[in-house]
T-cell receptor, first 111, second 118 residues
């Protein structure tokens, strides 16, 4: 079973920041937090991951709380193309390590 | 970088026939490849994990004789759905993990293959 909890859906206005929350209260010390998104009828797209420090890349920022029990994915300037299902996943490192997808959060960006 | 392709993108086959789906890592060598299945309005479900040159590891409830996986090289894995039936109609997605050093081993996904069995 997925070890994360996400709200089922949220929306935001185009151009505004989208803050997507995720709870992972049972995360282990060797588990990373990963975020993927899936646009309708496409394969998932890797967004970002982190262990305990905040991370930023060209797509998003990941803020992990100090106790690591929750995190927030931030899309700084949401566009209509960011409308997708976003999955927060915790996973240990390793090439054979599985990704277990939960239901994710559906982000709808409105014009 | 880190592009994964799948072929075909869509396939329609008749019940009882077999269908082969290819997954290729285009610009990296994949330590491990994964196969997922996604039914409408549901999340991705992992079917199996494969490493080059060894037998795939199947998830509980996935029939290994029905879903044949061959991982013959570090850039190619194939999934063959044997004796397909309408209930096998689904969106099949592969992913690949490049070994680029470090510990995180992110997975990169292909665009998916839509299988319809009539």
């Amino acid at each position: 079973d997925a070890k994360t909890t996400q709200p089922p859906s949220m929306d935001c206005a185009e151009g505004r920041a989208a803050n997507l929350p995720c709870n992972h209260s049972t995360i282990s010390g060797n588990e990373y937090v990963y975020w993927y998104r899936q646009i309708h009828s496409q394969g998932p797209q890797y967004i970002i991951h982190g262990l305990k420090n905040n991370e930023t890349n060209e797509m998003a920022s990941l803020i992990i709380t100090e106790d690591r029990k929750s995190s927030t994915l931030i899309l700084p300037h949401a566009t209509l193309r960011d409308t997708a299902v976003y999955y927060c996943i915790v996973r240990v490192a390793g090439s054979n390590s599985k990704l277990t997808f939960g239901k994710g959060i559906t982000l709808s960006v409105r014009p | 970088g880190a592009v994964v392709s799948q072929h075909p993108s869509r396939v329609i086959c008749k019940s009882g026939t077999s269908v082969k789906i290819e997954c290729r890592s285009l610009d990296f060598q994949a330590t491990t490849m994964f196969w997922y299945r996604q039914f409408p309005k549901q999340s991705l479900m992992l079917m199996a994990t494969s490493n080059e040159g060894s037998k795939a590891t199947y998830e509980q409830g996935v029939e290994k004789d029905k879903f044949l996986i061959n991982h013959a090289s570090l850039t190619l894995s194939t999934l063959t759905v044997t004796s397909a039936h309408p209930e096998d109609s689904s969106f099949y997605i592969c992913s690949a993990t490049p070994h680029v050093g470090g510990l995180s081993y992110e997975q990169y996904f292909g665009p998916g293959t839509r299988l319809t069995v009539t």
